[in-house]
């Protein structure tokens, strides 16, 4: 048995139709508010039906499909439609029932509070000739100027790169680099700009990492999620945060028609055997990021977007990173445009203030101060009484 939590803002009957709701429950159901969503896979019927009547007994639903009162399946998917305090009493509720609802009790009560924190951006700079927004590409001088504009604009977090890791992309070597990023790196320490704003390394190379936090970093930028056990070890000396990024694949063949039964449970399994893995190695201070298009289907990088408070049970901040990428080309493309990097700001910033709304606190930006500004107006409506 697993559970995500779902947007609240999502067709029900659509969803209902999926799950083999009958017409007449459709008809009911799709019309109700409710302040969570949960979809439950797998679930038994014995569980479902207790389930189901536990939750009438409070006044949340239970959807389920055609034949449960029955038990004509011996497994079925459900969702759990609940506000806040019914909630609260289904998860000590279900601490005495049988049929594993205990596990799912425990699973309901991390959705409970789940935390909130702070917005920041965390601006791009790249220090290699290929990355695929050529106005993220500095070297030397210029890049240092680049990053007390960013600064300026109202960066919290400067994000600092070597390699490529768009689709197709291959890795030079550790050698190159560090050749690339150390020109920056230095400077960055000489000037003292790493006591004005947090620096991140985004690199998944032991060496390149320490030579960075050696010099004031404090992010370990990983895209492959830990998988070396000699970065985990530098990360932990120097007790970096580390951001924990899911892909499917590499970088050279990851959007090679990737596929997932299930996207938001896969990268969730992911999150929490990583996270495992770098607690084990002291690691405290993690950030996740979900991996927008890395080795991901249009279809699986809108699900992570509209669904990402989900992951806000983990209880650690949520990083988004769609800047400009190729999914904006995709979605306009479906209207007979196409739109380059340098024209995607406006897809870019839609889908981070989306992002941001369900619980992402990092946003990965190339375009700095357009963004800081559409945050603090994001901010000040969401704010408002």
């Not at 659509?14 to 439950?40: A, H």
């Not at 019927?45 to 034949?67: H, M, T, Y």
Request: hydrophobic share 40%; glycine share 8%; net charge positive.
């Amino acid at each position: 048995m697993r559970v995500y939590k779902l947007n609240c803002d999502i067709n029900l009957e659509s969803l209902f139709k999926k799950l083999g709701v009958d017409r007449v429950g459709i008809e009911i159901m799709k019309k109700k508010k409710s302040e969570f969503l949960f979809y439950i896979k797998d679930i038994s019927c014995g569980a479902a039906n207790i389930l189901k009547q536990d939750a009438l007994s409070i006044g949340a639903e239970l959807a389920v499909p055609v034949g449960v009162p029955n038990c004509k399946r011996e497994v079925v998917d459900v969702v759990l439609m609940c506000n806040k305090k019914q909630l609260e009493i289904l998860a000590k509720k279900e601490l005495a029932q049988p049929f594993k609802l205990k596990l799912l009790a425990k699973k309901l009560k991390e959705f409970i509070n789940l935390p909130k924190f702070p917005i920041r951006i965390m601006g791009v700079i790249n220090a290699n000739d290929d990355s695929f927004f050529e106005g993220s590409r500095f070297k030397g001088a210029d890049a240092i100027k680049a990053i007390e504009k960013m600064i300026s604009d109202g960066a919290g977090i400067i994000d600092i790169g070597g390699v490529s890791s768009r689709p197709g992309s291959e890795y030079p070597g550790v050698e190159e680099e560090l050749r690339r990023v150390k020109p920056i790196i230095d400077e960055i320490y000489k000037s003292r700009l790493y006591e004005k704003v947090v620096f991140s390394i985004d690199t998944f190379e032991p060496k390149v990492l320490e030579y960075a936090l050696d010099r004031g970093f404090k992010i370990a930028n990983d895209i492959t999620g830990l998988e070396n056990e000699s970065y985990a070890k530098v990360a932990a000396k120097y007790g970096a945060s580390v951001v924990i990024m899911h892909k499917k694949g590499n970088p050279k063949d990851m959007q090679k028609n990737p596929f997932y039964e299930n996207v938001i449970l896969e990268v969730d399994e992911f999150f929490e055997e990583r996270i495992e893995k770098a607690k084990s190695f002291g690691i405290k201070d993690i950030i996740l990021d979900v991996g927008i298009g890395f080795g991901k289907r249009l279809e699986d990088n809108l699900a992570l977007i509209k669904h990402m408070e989900h992951f806000l049970h983990f209880g650690y901040e949520l990083l988004i990173g769609a800047s400009r990428k190729s999914m904006i080309d995709m979605i306009m493309q479906k209207r007979g445009i196409s739109v380059s990097p340098s024209e995607r700001l406006p897809g870019t910033l839609a889908l981070h203030l989306e992002a941001v709304r369900n619980g992402a606190s990092i946003v990965r930006a190339h375009d700095v101060a357009e963004h800081f500004q559409a945050i603090r107006v994001f901010e000040e409506i969401r704010e408002f009484i």
